[in-house]
């Protein structure tokens, strides 16, 4: 089996998105991750909270060097669909 973590100092990033049942789906249809990451990191925020439409969360998590193939079959075989429109990670480049 490959291992999907490495021995580099570098990070993984991720803006952990969940709320409300569509929270995850909604915050990627109306928002950039990258740009909201972006702006977050900027203001020192590690959590906000958008209440519009859907209440949604977002919390910035690192890690350390995460292969997003890795990622991809978690959400893949270990997360249903119910669970995913929900809260989801998404992975941003770090700043």
């Not at 203001?43 to 292969?67: A, H, M, P, T, W």
Request: with cysteine; net charge negative.
């Amino acid at each position: 089996m490959p291992n999907y973590l490495n021995d580099k100092k570098e990070k993984s990033v991720y803006l952990y998105v969940c709320g409300s049942d569509y929270a995850a789906i909604e915050f990627t249809r109306n928002y950039n991750p990258q740009e909201v990451y972006e702006e977050m990191s900027i203001n020192g925020e590690s959590l906000r909270v958008i209440d519009e439409d859907e209440y949604i969360e977002l919390r910035i998590v690192e890690f350390k060097q995460v292969d997003s193939t890795f990622v991809d079959w978690i959400k893949d075989n270990l997360c249903d669909y119910d669970q995913l429109k929900a809260r989801d990670i998404i992975e941003v480049k770090q700043v």
